[in-house]
Nanobody, 129 residues
Framework: VQLVESGGDLVQPGGSLRLSCAAS????????MNWVRQAPGKDLEWVAV????????YYADSVRGRFTISRDNAKNTLSLQMNSLKTDDTAVYYC???????????????????????WGQGTQVTVSS
């Protein structure tokens, strides 16, 4: 299993950015997928989840209405469109796979590393003027 994120960059407040995650080594369409972030000096924060077929999505309160998670099962790709970025969005962003195929929750908290079994290496997003 391999998850590789890309798209991180330096962007001004109010700007937009699109992150991608390329998945390989497993049947991508069988698993719900997530975006998780970690700001400097802070714990991992769950951002969004999308179910295996891409029809159902949930977001953390901090990003709802600004971020959009999507997936392309034909291309084994997960995406995160981030609009109206704030300085508080500065973090390393990870894509992560829900451990059990076909399952997902409307929100995640606590020990995320126990709930998601595979993680990418992360991509840095910096929001600053």
């Amino acid at each position: 299993v391999q998850l590789v994120e890309s798209g991180g960059d330096l962007v001004q407040p109010g700007g937009s950015l699109r992150l991608s995650c390329a998945a390989s080594g497993f049947t991508f369409s069988n698993y719900a997928m997530n975006w998780v972030r970690q700001a400097p000096g802070k714990d991992l924060e769950w951002v969004a989840v999308i179910n295996s077929h891409g029809a159902i999505t949930y977001y953390a309160d901090s990003v709802r209405g600004r971020f959009t998670i999507s997936r392309d099962n034909a291309k084994n790709t997960l995406s995160l469109q981030m609009n109206s970025l704030k300085t508080d969005d500065t973090a390393v962003y990870y894509c992560a796979r829900v451990s059990l195929p076909g399952t997902y929750s409307s929100a995640y908290w606590g020990n995320l590393k126990e709930q998601f079994d595979y993680w990418g290496q992360g991509t840095q997003v910096t929001v600053s003027s």
